[in-house]
């Protein structure tokens, strides 16, 4: 057996995962993630360093006192910890193919993923979006961008990328005023309606900072494409001017909250299920099931709407191998 651990890193990052699979980079950015973690925890808990780590001590005992450590003494939820055994078995899948008489990697792949408790998550209210988006100085230039970042993230209902990515060619502003999202979760294209006020917020954003066809819609003083900090510190000083007026303003709003928010409304306000998976970019309905309304006759109605999808649907064998792929990754 080849004990050098490190040897088969390499050609895991270097190779398996750029040019066998395909890996997208935040896939490998997270297992990178993960490994560095794994040598922290060596460094920080182990009797050994970093440099002596092989496959003697690479074993499920080792695993699972990494992921008690991830969520112990990091205090990660239950979602992280699974997350970073799935990084290590996908890096165990490809040894094995290698180092097939291992036993202990076969042990490896036989830990069970934690089970976490599924919450419904915290939404904002429509008043408490509205006392939000009131909350940046639109007499400001700098203050108009910060109200155009809040009122995209809500009325499109984006994920942060999604945003970050967004250029100026990615807006159509016609009889249907859309945002096209060319980089969503798994590559997919959509189109996202927005509202007229959106549209004019927008608007008077774009040509306060000159924006070209080319250009990122919120970048850097570089040009550049905005880090996610920077979303996260504006919705941060809005917050804390908001919670001075509404004291049930949550003391936490990050960016998913206003796509959590966006999909309860929609649901709340009569549209179908169906309809918000596809605003969303959900790949099943399992996924946008969470933001069901509380209101009984609303949620009856809701759920009929997905019993008649899912027995409209294809049973072809490839569609249920997809359906099936879905309800495990989820």
Not at 50 to 66: G, M
Not at 111 to 132: A, D, G, H, T
Not at 277 to 282: A, R, S, T, W, Y
Not at 289 to 299: A, P, S, V, W
Request: with cysteine; hydrophobic share 35%; aromatic share 10%.
């Amino acid at each position: 057996m080849n004990n050098n651990i490190f040897h088969y890193i390499k050609k895991y990052f270097n190779t398996h995962l750029v040019s066998e699979i395909h890996a997208s980079n935040k896939t490998i950015d997270n297992y990178k993630f993960t490994f560095k973690l794994l040598f922290k925890f060596i460094n920080e808990r182990c009797s050994f360093n970093v440099q002596s780590f092989d496959f003697d001590k690479f074993n499920k005992d080792f695993v699972l006192d990494f992921l008690s450590w991830i969520e112990n003494n990091r205090n990660n939820s239950i979602s992280s910890r699974n997350l970073r055994l799935i990084s290590i078995k996908s890096f165990v899948n490809f040894v094995v193919l290698y180092e097939i008489d291992n036993i202990e990697l076969i042990n490896i792949l036989k830990i069970p993923r934690k089970k976490e408790i599924s919450k419904k998550p915290i939404v904002l209210s429509e008043n408490q979006i509205k006392i939000l988006l009131n909350q940046p100085n639109t007499k400001l230039k700098k203050g108009r961008r910060k109200l155009a970042v809040l009122t995209l993230l809500y009325d499109a209902g984006l994920r942060i990328d999604e945003l970050l990515s967004l250029t100026i060619n990615d807006l159509k502003f016609d009889n249907i005023n859309t945002v096209i999202v060319k980089h969503g979760k798994g590559n997919k294209q959509r189109e996202i309606p927005i509202s007229d006020d959106t549209v004019y917020i927008l608007s008077t954003y774009m040509k306060d900072y000159n924006l070209k066809n080319n250009d990122y819609l919120f970048s850097n003083s570089k040009k550049e494409k905005l880090c996610s900090n920077a979303i996260r510190k504006i919705i941060r000083e809005n917050v804390e001017l908001a919670k001075k007026e509404d004291l049930a303003f949550p003391d936490k709003v990050n960016p998913h909250l206003f796509r959590h928010s966006k999909a309860t409304h929609l649901i709340n306000k009569g549209v179908s299920v169906v309809e918000v998976k596809e605003f969303l970019g959900h790949e099943d309905l399992s996924s946008t099931q969470i933001y069901i309304t509380t209101d009984l006759f609303k949620k009856r109605e809701a759920l009929k709407t997905i019993e008649y999808q899912l027995e409209n649907n294809d049973n072809s064998s490839t569609d249920m191998n997809e359906w099936l792929d879905n309800i495990i990754d989820n």
